[in-house]
């Protein structure tokens, strides 16, 4: 077993989605997260799937995904070869004498203030899934009190193959 | 541009691709289009008397005759009823078209009367479905369907049209393209693939070819033939590929499989290259995964990618239209076979060994015994032999497998069965599909007691559309293939199996839908009756009154391996 994310360009029709999820109940295929929202390209929408699997179950996921008639492209994201971010809404327990602490938390991993309560606190945070994992680790302490992510999203880096430069941007 | 109701345009679409005939009922959501038929049209209507009969009718029509069938009914139960055709089409990759008309625009969503969300069901089982709200989109949705259903892996498709759309008008022009960026269904094949495969076909010295109904789907038998002919290759023909190549083909080793023989799981398990064409490695072929045919390398040539490696990884895949790669791969061989022919002639002698040692057989009856079953299907194949013109379908259980084992079906597409889903009551139906799309042929169905009774109803359409099929009943008057799992793996606990031979009186119940009916208790009288019924020029029903406790032999346990197979077990062994 092991992650993969696909990314998938569908066209934007009636039903189109539900074949997708359809075809993984059917099959007995896991997805960890599911995100799905427009493209560059009017009527056709972008999703990325994150799912727990074998080499052989992704290379059918794939090749079955190919057969349904509103798919357009399928391709594999590695994780070398591509860009993925994550949204995650956070409501941690913040009494105004830990406020500072938490903040000071946050700004360390570019978590924005989102809204602030007399006894709460919002985060929003953008990263790499793996980034938002660490953040939700480290308030969990303080007390998560409603947590919201959008899973992940990604696409091809531009180039062919990553660079030492890039992996460090990334 | 000629403006018309939206269920005339439904009807000048189905003109448009050719269709001759198609299978259905009229409900409500779907009347529009049935007046529309009462207008006019060139395409004929066939009423069913119950929807799955029309939906297994339109696949006995695909199947004999290559072309898209087409199933037409109303929303709610008319729907549903359709789902289990769309599912045995799904399974045994058949072009079919379903139109049912869905309530009002307006209602949908409302629950209201005979309203189901018959896309939503069907979505695991069809190749694509559209729900048609806009009168505008039909001809574009009719021109996709058929598209869709026949390229490629043929499968179903479901168009599903609210009552408004059939009811509003448009200018109709069907397109003469179809308007599908993501429908890429392969059309050519990858040359280096296919060299490679020739050259392990030219150093293989056990090779076999896995013969299955993608041989049929693609049009590619005589391509076959020309394959096997020209490198000498022995083949195995699944139950879904029979009738591909001749069985009476010197180089056709029968069927592999639970009940296939052990002369064809021994050809296909202890080869050294499996040529797979057109089939999937069903777990009724391999049974148990790992132990199958663990000494060989395979080459899987199927026009769906997703087939390639699903269950037995390819050491080299080719996908694409068969008529094309199996042209190449010929093509390929011949040139490498005539520098250094193959080294296959041990092989063949142990195939031919294989062949002596192990033929289909059954412990004949005595006089004054029941009726063997297999008798049957030898007669009806002495009976029939060195006729070109026949046609079999069969329901599903043991008479199947007893007509696979037994019957020559040397023409192609003169064998069909429900084979992946296993559809009993399959037969009938089919059989008068196959008629209508075969007027020529005589059609003879093999059906079990089960089985008839699952879908007898569509004699009467055979009767009055003057559709004749024959239908011979394998009747032992239980739930046989079920009845053989509870002797073998249920310590003779016969659950809920038993049926009777006398209750219905199938020769009456015939006569009482409009066919001939025959009754055949005595072994001296089956070839007669038989004879009878074929030359009765009509719809007629036969009968007979068979062994109960006959099993069908020989048997792989599912999920065992092809050396596990069960024999006939001696005399003594046979329960009483």
């Known amino acids: 077993m092991s992650h993969h994310t696909v990314s998938v360009e569908l066209e934007n029709k009636p039903g189109a989605l539900v074949r997708i999820s359809q075809l993984f109940a059917r099959r007995g295929y896991n997805i960890q997260s599911l995100a799905v929202g427009p493209t560059e390209r009017p009527g056709i929408s972008r999703l990325t799937l994150r799912v727990d699997c074998s080499e052989h179950t992704i290379e059918q996921i794939e090749k079955q995904m190919h057969k349904l008639v509103n798919v357009l492209r399928v391709v594999e994201l590695l994780p070398d070869e591509s860009v993925e971010r994550e949204l995650a809404l956070i409501t941690v327990g913040a009494p ?4 500072a602490e938490l903040i000071a938390l946050g ?26 994992d660490a953040f939700e680790e480290l308030v969990r302490p303080h007390g998560v009190r409603e947590l919201a992510r ?6 091809r880096r531009p180039g062919p193959r990553q660079s030492r430069a890039q992996a460090a941007l990334t | 541009m000629t403006r018309m109701l939206g269920s005339d345009a439904i009807l000048r679409s189905l003109e448009a691709e050719g269709v001759e005939v198609m299978f259905g009922i009229p409900g409500g959501a779907i009347l529009p289009t049935y007046d529309a038929i009462a207008r006019g049209t060139t395409v004929r209507h066939v009423l069913a008397r119950h929807e799955q009969g029309a939906g297994h009718m339109a696949q006995g029509y695909a199947r004999a005759s290559g072309r898209v069938g087409v199933a037409i009914a109303t929303s709610g139960p008319g729907a549903t009823n359709l789902v289990t055709p769309i599912a045995d089409a799904w399974m045994d990759s058949t072009p079919l078209v379903c139109i049912t008309g ?11 009367f005979q309203e189901i969300d018959i896309t939503g069901i069907t979505l695991p089982c069809v190749k694509h479905s559209w729900l048609v709200q806009d009168v505008r989109e039909i001809p574009a949705v009719m021109k996709a369907a058929f598209h ?12 599903d049209i609210a009552k408004d759309a059939q009811e509003a008008e448009l200018d109709f022009h069907y397109p003469d393209e179809v308007d599908l960026p993501g429908w890429k269904p392969p059309t050519k094949v990858h040359e280096r693939q296919v060299r490679e495969a020739a050259r392990a ?5 056990q090779p076999i070819v896995y013969a299955g109904g993608g041989v049929l789907n693609g049009d590619a038998c005589a391509e076959l033939l020309e394959l096997i002919e ?18 009476s083909h010197p180089l056709n080793c029968g069927m592999p499989g639970m009940h296939g023989s052990k002369f064809a799981n021994f050809a296909l398990n202890k080869s050294d290259l499996i040529i797979a064409v057109g089939s999937r490695f069903d777990d009724r072929v391999t049974g148990k995964v790992s132990a199958f045919a663990p000494g060989a390398k395979v080459i899987h040539f199927d026009i769906d990618a997703a087939e390639v490696g699903k269950i037995r990884s390819a050491d080299i895949p080719v996908v694409g239209p068969l008529k094309l790669a199996l042209t190449q791969l010929t093509s390929e061989l011949k040139t490498m076979l005539a520098e250094k022919p193959m080294q296959t002639a041990a092989w063949h002698a142990q195939l031919d060994e294989w062949r002596g040692q192990y033929p289909y057989k059954y412990r004949k009856g005595t006089p004054g015994s029941l009726i063997k079953p297999q008798l049957v ?10 006729r070109n013109d026949v046609i079999w379908t069969t329901g599903v259980g043991q008479h199947q497998m007893w007509a696979m084992q037994y019957l020559q079906c040397d023409e192609p597409r003169s064998f069909i069965t429900s084979g992946g889903l296993g559809t009993m009551g399959f037969g009938v139906p089919a059989a008068v599909g196959a008629k209508a799309a075969r007027p020529d042929a005589t059609v003879i169905c093999v059906d079990g007691d089960g089985c008839f009774q699952m879908t007898c109803q569509e004699l009467a359409t055979a009767a009055l559309e003057r559709l004749p099929i024959v239908v011979v009943i394998v009747n032992n008057g239980w739930l046989g293939m079920v009845r053989q799992w509870q002797d073998l793996f249920y310590s003779e606990r016969f659950a809920e199996t038993h049926l009777t031979k006398q209750v219905p009186d199938y020769a009456q119940l015939a006569e009482a839908l409009g066919a001939a009916g025959f009754t055949v208790d005595h072994e001296d009288d089956l070839e007669s009756t038989l004879r009878a019924a074929l030359e009765a020029g009509r719809t007629a029903v036969v009968d007979v009154r068979t062994d109960p406790e006959e099993n069908c032999y020989p048997m792989i346990p599912a999920g065992a391996a092809a050396v596990d197979i069960i024999e006939m077990p001696d005399e003594e062994e046979v329960p009483s």
């Not at chain 2, 139950?239 to 001749?246: D, R, V």
């Open chain 1, 96 to 99: 105004p004498d830990r406020r």
């Open chain 1, 107 to 132: 700004d360390v991993f570019g978590a924005r203030v989102a809204d602030i309560g007399r006894e709460a606190l919002t985060f929003e945070i953008v990263g790499r899934p793996e980034e938002l």
């Open chain 1, 150 to 155: 959008t899973g992940r999203i990604g696409l």
């Open chain 2, 102 to 112: 869905q309530v009002y625009s307006r209602l949908i969503g409302t629950d209201a």
């Open chain 2, 148 to 159: 869709v259903a026949r390229t490629g892996r043929p499968g179903p498709v479901l168009v």
């Open chain 2, 201 to 205: 076909i030219a150093d293989a010295r």
């Open chain 2, 230 to 247: 020209s490198a000498n290759l022995p083949s195995v023909v699944t139950l879904m590929g029979k009738s591909a190549i001749p069985d």
């Open chain 2, 377 to 386: 299907m030898e007669t009806l194949r002495d009976i029939t032999a060195g």
